[in-house]
């Protein structure tokens, strides 16, 4: 059974930092994509950044400059690191894996909270 679990949600003041976890079991994490995804109230889910298989990383424009994504492949894990918070980044965050290269299949995560308020 595969299952993906974040951890390190919490509450933040703006400016402040977070890392996310994330850890995989059931795949080999080193053959999938993975990526975090976050979703507002209200709003729809959209994509935040990914980490290939071979380490590139890519990130939405709104995280570009603040957010870290990263992996350990021995411990099935990716990190989100979080600089700079500002309270649009408010959101459930969701980690997902993507088997490559086919592009399926796609797991998800259960989501953690992130909160950023004074």
């Known amino acids: 059974q595969v299952r993906l679990v974040e951890s390190g949600g919490g509450l933040v003041q703006p400016g402040g930092s977070l890392t996310l976890s994330c850890v995989a079991s059931?795949?080999?994490?080193?053959?999938?994509?993975l990526g975090w995804y976050r979703q507002a109230p209200g709003k729809q889910r959209e994509w935040v950044a990914t980490?290939?298989?071979?380490?590139?990383?890519n990130y939405a424009d709104p995280v570009k400059g603040r957010f870290t994504i990263s992996r350990d492949n021995a411990k099935n894990t990716v990190y989100l690191q979080m600089n700079s918070l500002k309270l649009e980044d408010t959101a459930v965050y969701y980690c997902?894996?993507?088997?490559?290269?086919?592009?399926?299949?796609?797991?998800w995560g259960q989501g953690t909270q992130v909160t950023v308020s004074s």
């Open positions: 997902n894996a993507e088997r490559r290269p086919a592009g399926r299949p796609v797991y």
């Open positions: 059931g795949i080999i994490s080193s053959v999938y994509a």
């Open positions: 980490i290939t298989t071979s380490a590139g990383t």
